[in-house]
């Protein structure tokens, strides 16, 4: 279901907004949440720009859990620019409580990880694990 759908649960869910990736992805969701509603996150709030992966909005695991994953850019003045750090996040996805939070790649460029999701396209939250282990260490799988 697309965001923008009428009766869309994200559509009314005040932490999803429009976003986008700049010249490399024209369009993306924007995932924010308040520090209070995440956990595993030492305490901090999440604010970032989701991957997709084709056709779809979450990431599936095994279990049939579903996840947001998002790139967290450091706070600094250029924090929209390809060359900004930041965070690579899985979210659960969430309706009335509890975000989960898992750091996949930290500290890491947001070109690379741009790059990396873009490359390699990952389907599932495992795939997601793999592409996300390698980003910064120069050995992307293919």
Known sequence: ?????????LANDERWREGGLGERRPSGLRFAAAAESVEGYGGRG??????????????????GGTWWIIFHPF???????????????????????????RVLAANVS?????????????????????VAAQIGAGQLPR
Request: proline share 8%; with cysteine; aromatic share 6%.
């Open 1 to 9: 279901m697309s965001p923008n759908a009428p009766g869309s649960m």
């Open 46 to 63: 999440v604010d970032g720009i989701a991957y997709r992966p084709p056709g779809d909005y979450l990431f599936k695991d095994k279990s």
């Open 75 to 101: 706070p600094t003045d250029d924090a929209h620019t390809s060359r900004h750090r930041g965070d690579v996040l899985a979210c659960s996805e969430s309706h009335e409580e509890l975000i989960h939070v």
């Open 110 to 130: 947001r070109a690379e990880a741009d790059a990396a999701f873009r490359d390699n396209m990952p389907t599932s939250y495992e795939e997601v694990e793999k």
